[in-house]
């Protein structure tokens, strides 16, 4: 069986405060877009868990959420046989699009059909929660305003078919590091997540907003680059997705995302173009 898991980007993200478990309260609004890491599963004579990877510098073992969602997926089904799975990757890793979040939610949801174990959506979110906070996400997918550590989803009236496009500038984030470093200031929210959550259908690049970007563009100016060429070349609005590195721009229409593309394919990072869905 072969299934595609899609990357997000972060549209909108606000880290709140953090809290006595080491986590960080946030809002953000998070969005599915059209580039996917392929997963194809192999049903197992054996009770093992097998997993190939087209990218070596991935683990293939414990260390890999699809892994991990296997053997919790096992654990608590109780089920004994096991499973056969090659991943194809395409969504850059540590780049803030969610490709390992992603890829184990497409495999808790293809198994739960595949071994017939029938476990409701909310059951899935619930064990996706234990392997990554944005995995519950990936399992809803859509237009989601996400609050708590990323974990309290609420499905938002999906935004009209949105082009953009990406870059990864190559620099891998560490997402801890990143929160690690968020400093709390103690001035009024100028951003009202509820009037937010009522706007963002037609004023989409008006929303675009990212707490992290304040830490990130310090230590990697890179990246701001990146935002201002965006807007140079007639993006609408750019924002650095999650905790980074890849930037997206969104673009008015996908006549003018393919010039946008098109004006950074020539350049030495990877480039996407890419839609909601």
């Not at 892994?67 to 090659?86: E, F």
């Not at 304040?214 to 965006?230: Q, R, S, V």
């Amino acid at each position: 069986m072969k299934v595609y898991a899609p990357a997000k980007v972060n549209l909108y993200l606000r880290v709140l405060a953090k809290r006595s478990d080491g986590y960080h309260d946030i809002e953000t609004i998070m969005q599915t877009i059209s580039l996917y890491d392929t997963l194809v599963f192999s049903k197992s004579k054996d009770s093992q868990i097998k997993l190939i990877c087209n990218n070596p510098l991935l683990p293939v073992d414990e260390g890999n959420l699809i892994y991990k969602a296997v053997q919790i997926l096992k654990k608590y089904t109780n089920y004994k046989k096991g499973i056969d799975i090659y991943l194809k990757k395409r969504i850059p890793i540590a780049a803030g699009l969610g490709g390992g979040s992603s890829d184990a939610a497409a495999t808790l949801m293809t198994l739960n059909e595949l071994w017939k174990v029938n476990l409701k959506k909310e059951e899935l979110k619930k064990l996706g929660a234990k392997l990554g906070a944005d995995v519950p996400f990936f399992i809803e997918k859509g237009t989601v305003l996400a609050t708590g550590i990323g974990d309290k989803l609420t499905p938002l009236e999906p935004i009209p078919k949105t082009w953009m496009v990406l870059l990864y500038p190559k620099i891998e984030i560490s997402t801890k590091w990143v929160y690690n470093k968020v400093k709390f200031k103690l001035t009024k929210n100028d951003f009202d997540i509820n009037i937010i959550s009522k706007n963002y259908k037609y004023r989409l690049a008006s929303i675009l907003f990212n707490s992290l970007e304040e830490i990130i563009l310090k230590h990697y100016p890179l990246i701001d680059d990146i935002k201002k060429e965006f807007m140079d070349v007639g993006a609408l609005g750019a924002l650095m997705s999650g905790s980074g590195s890849c930037v997206f721009g969104i673009a008015s229409n996908k006549e003018k995302a393919k010039i946008i593309y098109n004006y950074f394919k020539s350049s030495d990072y990877p480039v996407w173009l890419a839609r909601t869905i």
